[in-house]
């Protein structure tokens, strides 16, 4: 049995009766994940329900997709929130037969459903009645088996054969005698990681583009599977993305074990997180405005050496901090691993010496990018993602922020020291590449802003009251069939984690969201009708990090 979710009784009592009135007989249970409502529904009912759900009930944001394999049975679990409210959840569970697990596609409803859909078919099996295009997505097409299900033979050799690229446009016709097919990638500094695309094109006009992923599929959610909560998965979230964002990753670890096995962080060690993650979200969004100003103006000798340079000062501080400058392994479930470095007097001068120095090297960087014509040129009025194909496509993050979407789970799903400090959710109404841009630069002055509350915090704690760690017990096992999605605001948007326990101290499903494999999925929508530089200029502000895409 599931524990209650951390919801107030009539809340949850409310929706449990508008889903009994809207659903009907479509319903087969109503019970309890810890975060959430969830709801079982027939195979054959998941489009109309999901349309119920978006329409009469606001749940419009469909996070991720969760497919796992019990004894008797398959499961898709279909995620949902409201992007006015994602403190509203609901789970939405989908049980196949073992013998024929074929359950009805969500695509029609959520275009984001496609990959997870996809996803969800390559790795456990569960196949998609009116999907699109179901076929492998992180694989190749020539695999045996699916890794994640249960009777799947590892020894088993594999022969993945090499085909020639054909264009997609000749599948449905509309190939002319213009059309040619361009191979962007997958080695090609301009894909920002190991991603092909293969691109159509009609003279020099995109016509269809379609990303080709999993080539650094490395197995994070089945590695994470065979390691205890307590000690051995924290290390893999720092590998999801390489970029500096490892401490948010970290956290989006611990905050989900935290509620699974009911821990309490303490208030001192909030502080010290969120000071860290903030660090964490600016050595991000500087290599991605340093990588853009390449990829866009081939801006190599200034704006991308001047963000190095400012990334090295991040790095300088959170290698005082947690002893890595990448790969930090600082976070623990109920806390952090130690306190902040000593003498604190001379951590804090550092710290405070890059905040107050940060103004004037912002205004450089809009000196640079913002206030330069070229750059002007080729991302105003280009990458055009407007809100409603945004919220389809589950678009979080910087990206969703660039397209007026005014969604962030540190304000609107509070975690962490976040609702206790001043600070701005950063948000542009453009929908085009040089939106996302500025939402990045923006968002680094609203994290300095956090991180200069929490030194002032962190200064005057008392020193008998800095407990940097809860009581945790020594193994960690939650009860059977306990569930758990939880999210953090990641740099790239919104990294959400779904666990199932079973009774042992290692996870039964290890799910990960994240939020560069959504994000990446709405690509075509921006990029159809543009011409190839244009296509480079989109792909770039999305500021994806294949490590965290293939997982």
Same mark, same amino acid.
């Given at each position: ?132 295009? #179901?076929?492998? $997505?992180?694989? %190749? /097409?020539?695999? *045996? ?9 590892? @020894? ?103 509620? #699974?096995?009911? $821990?309490?962080? %303490? /208030?001192?060690? *909030? ?9 964490? @979200? ?106 409603? $194909? ?162």
């Amino acid at each position: 049995m599931s524990l209650e979710p951390q919801r107030s009784p009539p809340r949850t009592a409310s929706l449990r009766e508008r889903l009994s009135r809207h659903l009907g007989d479509a319903i087969l249970d109503i019970d309890h994940h810890v975060h959430a409502l969830e709801v079982t529904i027939r195979p054959d009912a998941v489009q109309a329900v999901l349309s119920t759900l978006r329409d009469e009930l606001g749940f419009d944001h469909l996070s991720c997709v969760t497919a796992q394999e019990y004894e008797d049975r398959y499961e898709s679990i279909y995620h949902l929130k409201s992007y006015d409210d994602p403190s509203r959840e609901l789970s939405v569970v989908v049980p196949t037969s073992k013998d024929d697990p074929v359950s009805q596609s969500a695509e029609p409803v959520f275009r984001t459903a496609d990959w997870h859909e996809r996803e969800a078919y390559d790795l456990v099996g569960i196949r998609y009645e009116g999907h699109p295009d #179901l076929r492998r $997505i992180l694989l %190749p /097409e020539t695999w *045996q088996g699916h890794p994640l299900s249960r009777e799947y033979d590892q @020894r088993r050799p594999q022969i993945v054969t090499y085909d020639e690229n054909a264009n997609p446009l000749q599948r449905d016709g509309r190939s002319g005698g213009n059309t040619m097919l361009l191979n962007i990638g997958p080695h090609h500094p301009a894909t920002h990681g190991v991603m092909h695309l293969q691109v159509a094109l009609d003279g020099e006009q995109v016509v269809d583009v379609e990303p080709d992923i999993g080539y650094i599929h490395r197995c994070e959610e089945q590695q994470c599977q065979q390691g205890t909560y307590r000690h051995q998965i924290m290390p893999y979230p720092d590998r999801w993305d390489w970029g500096g964002a490892g401490l948010l990753n970290e956290w989006a670890y611990a905050r989900t074990a935290e509620a #699974l096995a009911d $821990i309490d962080v %303490p /208030e001192y060690a *909030q502080v010290v997180r969120t000071m860290a993650a903030e660090f964490s @979200r600016i050595l991000s969004h500087m290599l991605a405005v340093g990588a853009y100003a390449l990829d866009v103006i081939g801006d190599f000798t200034a704006t991308f050496q001047y963000a190095l340079r400012d990334r090295e000062l991040v790095q300088n501080v959170l290698e005082d901090l947690t002893g890595q400058r990448l790969m930090f392994n600082y976070f623990r479930l109920g806390g952090v691993v130690w306190d902040l470095p000593e003498p604190r007097e001379e951590f804090f001068e550092k710290v405070r010496t890059f905040v107050d120095g940060l103004p004037e090297k912002l205004e450089e960087y809009h000196d640079l990018l913002t206030s330069n014509e070229i750059m002007q040129a080729r991302t105003v009025d280009t990458g055009i993602l407007p809100p409603d $194909i945004a919220k389809s496509y589950g678009v979080t993050g910087p990206v969703a922020r660039g397209s007026g979407i005014d969604y962030d789970l540190r304000r609107d799903d509070p975690y962490g020291y976040y609702d206790e400090l001043d600070w701005n959710v950063v948000v542009e109404e453009e929908c085009d590449n040089f939106s996302r841009l500025l939402v990045r630069l923006r968002e680094v002055e609203e994290s300095a802003k956090i991180i200069d509350q929490c030194v002032d915090l962190l200064e005057d704690w008392p020193e008998d009251e800095r407990n940097i760690q809860a009581n945790v017990p020594r193994t960690i096992k939650p009860d059977p069939d306990t569930e758990v999605y939880r999210a953090v605001e990641a740099a790239k948007g919104e990294l959400g984690i779904y666990i199932r326990a079973d009774g042992t101290d290692k996870p039964a499903r290890f799910k990960i969201r994240g939020p560069s494999f959504s994000n990446l999925q709405a690509l075509p929508e921006m990029a159809r009708g543009e011409l190839v530089p244009d296509l480079i200029a989109a792909l770039g502000s999305l500021d994806t990090i294949m490590g965290e895409v293939d997982r």
